[in-house]
């Protein structure tokens, strides 16, 4: 079964240091990953996609991701932390199926 | 318009009625697609539109969940006898392109919260 996990509900970061967070997936065949970010009460916005290529993707507000075939993962990052990061996201794939994880709560503090 | 919008915003109705969400989608994007999110969970896939056609149903829960999308613009995501448990945020997306194509980013409208009393 395909199934998508973000293991971490929140993940809390001080200003200016760098970010992770981790997205797993289990599908068939090569997927298409995605990332999204929900502010509150806005639609979700993406972010980055990976469909072939460069493992090592850019997106918007200096974000990146990582896709690592073996591990199955497609975490995202970013160098250096900001207040306004502050919201909820999403992975996604787009495998024979549209799946979402869970979200994971980011929180900046100053 | 610029982005995905999707009427009403909020919409509060009793167990058994009928509701009707509307989803109007960026000019030009073939594919449609709508999704459930219930509070602190993910969006939840429900429907597919390429087009004028359904390309997969198979996120609808149950018979009493419906859309249509008839002239490959605007949809409408339909509801009978609605329940309790049908209360959620129901959100819309296009993309100009639809699964299997690289232009397939979807963008999301606000969402409608539908709460069932």
């Known amino acids: 079964a395909q199934s998508v996990a973000q293991p971490e509900d929140q993940v809390n970061v001080a200003e200016g240091n760098p970010l992770t967070v981790k997205c797993t997936y289990s599908v068939s065949g090569n997927p298409y990953l995605f990332w999204y970010v929900q502010y509150p009460n806005r639609g979700l916005q993406f972010l980055l996609k990976?469909?072939?290529?460069?493992?090592l993707v850019k997106g918007s507000y200096g974000f990146e991701a990582e896709f690592n075939k073996s591990q199955t993962s497609f975490h995202l990052k970013k160098p250096s932390a900001l207040v306004s990061d502050s919201a909820l996201y999403f992975c996604w794939v787009q495998g024979g199926k549209l799946i979402f994880g869970q979200g994971t709560e980011l929180s900046v503090k100053p | 318009g610029a982005g995905v919008s999707q009427t009403p915003s909020n919409k509060v109705t009793e167990k058994g009625k009928y509701v009707e969400l509307r989803c109007d989608p960026i000019?030009?994007?073939?594919?449609l697609y709508w999704y459930r999110q219930s509070l602190g969970q993910g969006p939840e896939f429900l429907i597919y539109f390429q087009g004028t056609g359904a390309a997969d149903d198979s996120g609808l829960p149950n018979d009493r969940f419906f859309a249509v999308r008839p002239e490959g613009s605007v949809s409408t995501l339909k509801i009978q006898r609605t329940e309790r448990g049908d209360s959620a945020m129901y959100l819309c997306a296009s993309s100009l392109r639809g699964r299997g194509s690289v232009y397939n980013e979807q963008f999301f409208g606000p969402g409608t919260r539908l709460t069932v009393l």
């Open positions: 000019s030009g994007h073939t594919a």
């Open positions: 990976y469909i072939t290529g460069d493992n």
